[in-house]
């Protein structure tokens, strides 16, 4: 059998010629680190992979369930294993050249500093607004040298053009609607988290670039 998965060098050139040679080295050679890998984290997982980010770092605790796949990037047949084994070897198929590390832990005030030491950006793609803010704070105040991309609120079915990117300091974004909540009613709508999760990937690739919000 033929084997059909391009080489490193022809995955790159293939990058290259859509992002621009410097642009793409840039992005080859980052370290990008997603907290969360549920309907946002797992999307934004599979954005950065296929724009050819060097290596991802996945932390989850968390196992794949059947309530999660009509918005996350995960498979029937993946439900009952852990999101970070299972998203893993979604990414492999989908980007293989994409160096992976994988800690399927809870992320907290003791542990975060060691686990994100490496990342050049931090995504945080949680569901609960207390691990939200508990990163955000965490990183903020005991790593301020390192970007971070948060996201707060995509539920419902409210416009998708409400939900916007906006810098909160030179090393803070946060995306999202800032106003819906999942709790109020409509829940999480696959689209419309998506939609956040693009622009939390989005963001990491223009921080990447070297491009900013102002």
Known sequence: MVDLIPTK???HRALCERHGEDIQR???SATVAICGLGGLGSNIAVALARAGVGKLVLVDFDKV????LHRQQYKADQIGRYKTEALAENLKEI???TELALHTVRVNDENAVNLLQNADIICEAFDDAECKAQLVNTVL???PHKYIVAASGMAGFSSANTIKTR???SKFYLCGD???DAKDGVGLVSSRVMICAA???HMVLRILANEFEV
């Open 141 to 143: 105040e005991k790593m």
């Open 65 to 68: 369930d059947i309530t999660n």
């Open 95 to 97: 980007a293989p050249y």
């Open 178 to 180: 800032e106003v819906s």
């Open 167 to 169: 810098k909160i300091t």
């Open 199 to 201: 622009h939390q990937a």
């Open 26 to 28: 840039y992005f080859e």
């Open 9 to 11: 060098e022809q995955w």
